[in-house]
């Protein structure tokens, strides 16, 4: 059975250890599917020049963030990792230069989500690099270069946010509406995805003031484009958690398949 490929807005590192819609949400679609074989994720926390995967046994959890209650630094997600897909991985996105990490490990990008999705730690899991040197037509390539990953059982995991604007986010932590060009980019996005039209999302930068203020930095938008490379032409694509938080950050999940 070909697994789904997922991407996850994770928004607020809290939502490790909190109880909400999104967190609620998360766990029901790791019910859902099938328990994956393998899990491969592009977290935008782990955005450098180069491309890398995560090639050793026993990846740390990395606390990447500052200033948060000290429980969720106790937070632990002890997933093994696994050499043979990393090593798949390298051989799959060839000629493309991946080299195997074995220093850096599971930052919250990842392990926030997975901690309800998969909340016994037990699937292997390998993060991949976003190269910040790179255009995004190649991470696009990257995730179509993924796609047979699926067939074999391997869940295709990005996360990140599709609008991801600190600056305007409320942080007094008071309910607020969000704001009008956010609203305006997620409806737009969501069609551009139900019509199976990437192209405008991968060049997600001629899309207007709009898209400009939802990302106004990459490094959260393009773990969207690998998941999108790695779906295919039939799947259904479905929106299973939803909701802008502070005003300007996007939790929308996107599914393919």
């Not at 996360?159 to 932590?173: R, V």
Request: include cysteine; charge should be negative.
């Amino acid at each position: 059975m070909r697994m789904p490929a997922i991407f996850f807005g994770h928004g607020n590192p809290m939502n490790a250890i909190e109880n909400n819609a999104y967190t609620r949400g998360w766990r029901a679609i790791g019910e859902r599917m099938p328990r994956p074989k393998a899990i491969v994720c592009v977290s935008a926390h782990w955005y450098l020049p180069g491309t890398f995967v995560t090639a050793m046994e026993h990846p740390r959890t990395i606390h990447d963030f500052g200033g948060f209650p000290q429980p969720l630094y106790e937070v632990r997600y002890p997933a093994p990792g696994d050499r043979e897909l990393a090593a798949q991985i390298q051989t799959l996105l060839a000629p493309a230069v991946v080299e195997a990490d074995e220093h850096w490990g599971f930052d919250h990008g990842t392990w926030s989500v997975l901690c309800h999705v998969v909340p016994d730690a037990g699937v292997p899991v390998v993060q991949l690099s976003i190269d910040e040197m790179q255009p995004a037509d190649f991470h696009y390539d990257i995730g179509k270069r993924l796609a047979p990953l699926r067939d074999e059982g391997i869940l295709i995991m990005g996360s990140g946010n599709l609008i991801h604007n600190l600056h305007a986010y409320a942080w007094g932590g008071h309910p607020v509406e969000p704001f009008d060009w956010a609203l305006r980019f997620e409806k737009q996005a969501r069609a551009l995805l139900i019509d199976g039209d990437h192209e405008p999302l991968i060049n997600y930068e001629t899309l207007g003031r709009d898209a400009m203020l939802s990302a106004p930095t990459p490094d959260h938008y393009l773990p969207l484009l690998y998941v999108m490379g790695a779906s295919a032409k039939d799947d259904a694509v479905t929106f299973p958690v939803e909701g802008i938080d502070g005003g300007s950050v996007s939790m929308l999940t996107v599914q393919f398949g």
